[in-house]
């Protein structure tokens, strides 16, 4: 199994292990379809368990599975502090390219320049998510609904990510 982490905070923010990874964009975003699962309310097998009367599956509450596993936290963002963050974040990347894959900047950067304009004509169908340390100046999930779609599909800078085999 792969774990993708956050190059920068070394946040866990996804799994090969999640449903219909795959890379996008010649090789830029690595995106992941989502769904919810049920959490809490569990059964254990116990002789009234349910003491105080209250049925388990009333307890359980739905999560999404990318969200709930990784434990991103959603927060806003307006269009203009977006594109001011994306500058700084593709720098940064941009520089741990040129250190650790120097053959890799300039198909990172030439993505970049024709994804960027396209999410920001789509920006207002995202939701942006942080990873744990919520670190405002590490790499975002983006969580897109697709037309007709009942969970996000969630998309992640791949440059921005080291991955780690366990």
């Known amino acids: 199994m792969i774990i993708y982490k956050d190059r920068f905070t070394g946040d866990e923010v996804l799994s090969d292990a999640m449903k219909q990874v795959r890379v996008e964009e010649d090789g ?9 699962v049920s959490k809490g309310g569990e059964d254990f097998g116990f ?7 209250g049925d388990l599956a009333d307890a359980a ?17 307006d269009k203009k502090s977006f594109q001011g963050y994306i500058k700084i974040y593709l720098k940064k990347v941009k520089a741990e390219l040129e250190k650790s894959n120097p053959d890799r900047v300039e198909p990172f950067m030439t993505g970049m320049k024709a994804w960027v304009p396209k999410m920001l004509k ?5 939701d942006f ?5 919520c670190d405002g100046e590490a ?3 983006y969580g897109k609904f697709g037309e007709g779609a009942s969970y996000p ?4 800078i791949k440059d921005g990510l080291s ?4």
């Open 47 to 53: 002789e009234n368990n349910d003491e105080e009367g």
């Open 28 to 36: 830029l975003i690595l995106v992941s379809e989502s769904y919810n």
């Open 153 to 156: 599909t969630f998309y992640i």
């Open 129 to 133: 998510y942080m990873g744990r340390s």
């Open 122 to 126: 789509e920006f207002s169908e995202y």
């Open 61 to 77: 509450e739905q999560v999404n599975i990318v969200v709930d596993s990784f434990q991103l936290v959603q927060t806003s963002m």
């Open 163 to 166: 991955e780690e085999k366990v």
């Open 139 to 141: 790499g975002y999930v």
